[in-house]
């Protein structure tokens, strides 16, 4: 009987060693949200890399979009003004479950859920992690097939450019959807792995919503800070 105790006792302890990797460090919810930038800033969409050809994750700052044109109403020909201000996004909320960062290899696996923005029939958030690379969006003003627009007096006959916006894509990314949330289920579940740089972010972006925006790649200084201090001690 002895023996046996022995014997599942050392099953125990061989299961807990496999169990664990001295290499990985976790990270908790504050520490997270420590790292967020830019906060009710940014929407998620793609922009277009002619060099490339190909899309990639775009990230745009409408905030100072108040663009005011007038239309004509085809059938009455009355004009009325149409206002393109400021359009009401909601916000997205991040809860983190698991951070594991690999000291290793640098590859980071991040689990945890997303509520808000737009639910309608179904809707998922997409997730990046990547290196973010500053641009600028244009803001162009098309005619329109159903009505008149009229800009600084003149009706518009053909595209113009009225101002750019603050943007950032991203490059060297992994991608990943987010489970689909529903008005009676809100809840989002979500996984990525990837290898991060100290140049990576993680983003959360959903259409009319503000995008979620972390700056993950620091994950690396805090890693080799309680490096140096354990190797001090």
């Known amino acids: 009987m002895k023996s046996i105790l022995s014997f599942i006792f050392l099953l125990i302890i061989c299961s807990n060693s496999f169990g664990q990797n001295e290499s990985d460090i976790s990270f908790n919810q504050d520490e997270i949200e420590r790292l967020k930038i830019y906060p009710k800033t940014f929407q998620y969409g793609t922009i277009h890399l002619s060099e490339e ?4 994750p775009c990230f745009r700052d ?18 009325a003004p149409l206002t393109n201000g400021k359009t009401k996004r909601k916000n997205l909320k991040v809860k983190f479950e698991r951070i594991i960062l ?11 859920t997303v509520k808000g923005g737009w639910y309608g029939a179904g809707s998922d958030v997409d997730i990046y992690i990547g290196e973010k690379v500053d641009t600028t969006s244009l803001h162009i003003l098309s005619p329109n097939l159903h009505y008149t627009i009229i800009h600084e007096g003149k009706e518009l006959k053909e595209p113009i450019v009225l101002d750019t916006f603050p943007a950032f894509y991203l490059r060297n990314y992994a991608h990943t959807k987010s489970d689909v949330g529903r ?7 979500f996984k990525i792995v990837s290898k991060i740089n100290k ?3 993680l983003t959360f972006g959903l259409s009319v919503s503000y995008s979620e925006i972390f700056e993950i790649g620091k994950l690396l200084a ?4 309680d490096d140096e201090n354990s190797e001090k001690k």
């Open 183 to 189: 008005n009676y289920d809100k809840k989002r579940d």
């Open 53 to 56: 050809q190909r899309h990639e």
């Open 199 to 201: 140049n990576s972010v």
């Open 62 to 79: 409408y905030n100072k979009n108040s663009l005011k044109l007038d239309i004509v109403n085809p059938k009455t020909g009355k004009t």
């Open 222 to 225: 805090i890693r080799n800070d």
């Open 102 to 112: 690999n000291r290793e290899n640098n590859e980071i696996t991040i689990e945890g």
